[in-house]
C-alpha cells in the first residue's frame, strides 16, 4: 500500500473533497481549494515569483499590504456602491470585521455543519 501511494503524484492524490465543498464559498477556486489540473496549472503560474532572488528585491524590504488593501478596497467599492473607498468605510470596517470573526471561527472548527 505504502509503495503504491508512493507512485503516485500530487495531482493524482488531491485535496479532499469535503475541503473544496466547505471552504469553496470562502476562498474561491484558487490555489488552496482547487486541485489536479487546475492546480498545476495555478501553481506553474505563480511558481516564477516565489524564487528568493525575486521574492528579496536585493535593496529594500517593500511592505505592499495596506496599498493592496486599499487599492482591492476601492476596486470593490467602485463595482458595488459606484463610489469610492473614503464614502463606504464605515461598511468595509463591519465587513472587515465579519471577516474576521468568520476566519478565526473556521480555524477553531466553531462553524456548524464543519469538521
Known sequence: MVREIIKCTSLDLGKPSSDTRQLGPLLGQGIITSSGASWAHQRKTIA???????????????????????????????????????????IFSRL???????SKALMSGNILGMR
Not at 472587515?96 to 468568520?102: C, D, F
Open 48 to 90: 516564477p515569483e516565489l524564487y528568493m532572488d525575486k521574492v528579496k528585491g536585493g535593496i529594500a524590504d517593500i511592505k505592499v499590504d495596506q496599498h493592496l488593501s486599499c487599492f482591492a478596497d476601492d476596486v470593490i467599492a467602485r463595482a458595488c456602491f459606484g463610489s469610492n473607498f473614503s464614502r463606504n468605510k464605515e
Open 96 to 102: 472587515g470585521a465579519l471577516q474576521e470573526v468568520t
